[in-house]
């Protein structure tokens, strides 16, 4: 045995290997939560179908308008076609949404699928608020569950 290998068993007691496992097992969970919530429930909550007449400039789009051998959906599966509308940070133009009315006057679109949008000012301010009142949250837990 060397002495690092000494100063480790040595080191990690039960109580500190019970922490570590703790410490996974809920970042795990989180990254697992994220992770649902960023490809699969947020893309379905935070996305609501426009028709072409009750678009505005400034929407901004939940997916890209692509061509696939003259057909037009709204995917974002980038490889299937060519790109003909990217939803950019800035939203819709005017020169999109007359695009998007000669698309639907053709018969090739119905609707539109537009983000919603979320003002993240009160969660930061929460967050804040519950940091000064409670600290750190989750070391406290952790503290309190060792």
Do not use: R, W
Not at 22 to 47: A, G, P, Q, R
Not at 77 to 105: A, H, M, P
């Amino acid at each position: 045995m060397t002495i690092t290998t000494l100063i480790v068993i040595i080191t990690i007691t039960p109580q500190l290997l019970k922490s570590y496992i703790i410490t996974f097992l809920i970042l795990e969970f989180i990254t697992t939560f994220i992770y649902i919530m960023k490809h699969k429930l947020l893309d379905v909550i935070l996305t609501k179908n426009y028709t072409i007449n009750n678009l505005s400039e400034g929407m901004l789009l939940a997916q890209p308008l692509i061509n696939t051998q003259h057909k037009y959906t709204f995917n974002n599966n980038y490889e299937s076609g060519n790109i003909v509308l990217k939803n950019n940070i800035y939203g819709l133009e005017e020169k999109d949404i007359t695009l998007l009315k000669k698309l639907e006057d053709e018969n090739y679109i119905t609707h539109v699928p537009i983000k919603k949008t979320i003002c993240f000012a009160p969660f930061i301010q929460v967050g804040v608020i519950l940091t000064i009142l409670f600290g750190n949250i989750i070391t406290t837990i952790i503290g309190a569950i060792l």
